[in-house]
């Protein structure tokens, strides 16, 4: 016998994936719509081409001939190919918008170094969704990086718009890492509480951290930003983010970043919410009444690693550059989840020292 649905079960569940297929849809339209901008503006956007060296001065004028900037002329892709549309006279070139320009002083720095990248197609399509990306993000554009973000996306998303809208919501949650000015970085905030956790975790280790002048704990710069790509393996690093990302879980997140809001705990949480729908360190971070959004699994995680290393770098480490050459040789060696465990460990130990001081 066959199961019946109820009438009224049925037609909401049509009206659920119809609101579903209505949103695919519309996310795919809207970056198409973005894309052909862009391929208004660069004509390589699109064509399967990337660009390789620079095609623009900084005052608007085209480059005639890129590949006299250093670039390969014989890559396989054909991103040296010069456009007929661009004037040999340069005087007589359009002028161009200030934000067009930016866009285009950045399009050759996009990085493609992955094996999977090695092929044209592929390259391509990392190259395009990075483009498009920098274009609607003008206030950061496209920063080194971001291509350690975005090439598992492509990796394993076929579509390219759905790959886009899965790398932009990705930017929402960790855009502030890429925040860099003359001043300051990104990472900044959590670089500082790095080194709080590390002074009262292994405060040995932070004493001789500071000793060898890397007190501000900028050799933890790129694990931070790009988070754990190039420490871990490209099957680990995937791992690590689906558990970060489920450790980290607060049900209100897709709303702050749908408003693009700062993200802030206890901002929507009431009083009688169970906790049991948060992320196992979001819950922890509740319970303490911890509020520093700063302070994520990350920080822990890189933590986790200094001691993983303690003993090593006492002995060893005579000078930061020590520090960082050990530091940049653990690509591939770490445990995703071994790290992980360890990082929810030093967690809880960190909460209840903080607690007691």
Request: proline letters at 3%; one cysteine or more; aromatic letters at 8%.
């Amino acid at each position: 016998m066959l199961f019946e649905i109820p009438r009224s079960s049925a037609l909401n569940l049509c009206t659920y994936f119809a609101n579903i297929l209505s949103s695919l849809l519309g996310a795919m339209l809207e970056y198409e719509k973005v894309k052909s901008k862009c391929q208004e503006m660069e004509k390589r956007v699109g064509s399967g081409r990337i660009v390789v060296a620079p095609i623009i001065t900084e005052d608007g004028q085209p480059i005639v001939n890129p590949s006299s900037n250093g670039a390969n002329s014989g890559e396989e892709v054909k991103s040296n190919e010069v456009d007929s549309s661009i004037p040999e006279n340069r005087n007589d070139s359009i002028n161009l918008d200030k934000e067009v320009i930016q866009w285009k002083l950045t399009l050759h720095q996009i990085d493609r170094s992955l094996l999977y990248y090695e092929s044209s197609e592929n390259q391509a399509r990392l190259w395009d969704v990075l483009a498009v990306y920098s274009w609607i993000d003008r206030d950061i554009g496209y920063c080194q990086g971001m291509s350690d973000l975005c090439s598992p996306i492509i990796l394993l998303i076929e579509n390219e718009a759905d790959a886009f809208w899965c790398f932009e919501r990705l930017m929402r949650r960790v855009r502030g890492n890429f925040k860099c000015t003359s001043n300051t970085i990104g990472v900044r905030a959590q670089l500082t509480l790095l080194s709080s956790v590390i002074k009262i975790l292994d405060p040995k280790l932070h004493e001789h951290i500071v000793n060898l002048d890397g007190g501000e704990y900028l050799f933890a710069f790129r694990m931070l930003m790009v988070l754990f790509r190039r420490e871990f393996s490209f099957v680990d690093a995937l791992y690590l983010w689906e558990l970060i990302w489920s450790m980290e879980y607060n049900p209100h997140l897709f709303t702050i970043y749908e408003a693009n809001a700062s993200p802030n705990r206890n901002q929507d949480k009431s009083q009688n919410e169970d906790l049991m729908k948060y992320g196992k360190f979001e819950r922890k971070c509740l319970k303490s009444g911890q509020k520093d959004q700063q302070a994520n699994m990350s920080i822990f995680l890189v933590a986790s690693i200094l001691k993983a290393k303690n003993k090593r770098l006492l002995l060893e480490a005579k000078g930061l550059d020590d520090l960082v050459k050990m530091l940049n040789g653990i690509t591939g060696e770490l445990d995703a989840k071994k790290a992980c465990n360890e990082a929810l460990k030093l967690h809880v130990k960190y909460l209840n020292k903080v607690c007691l001081i």
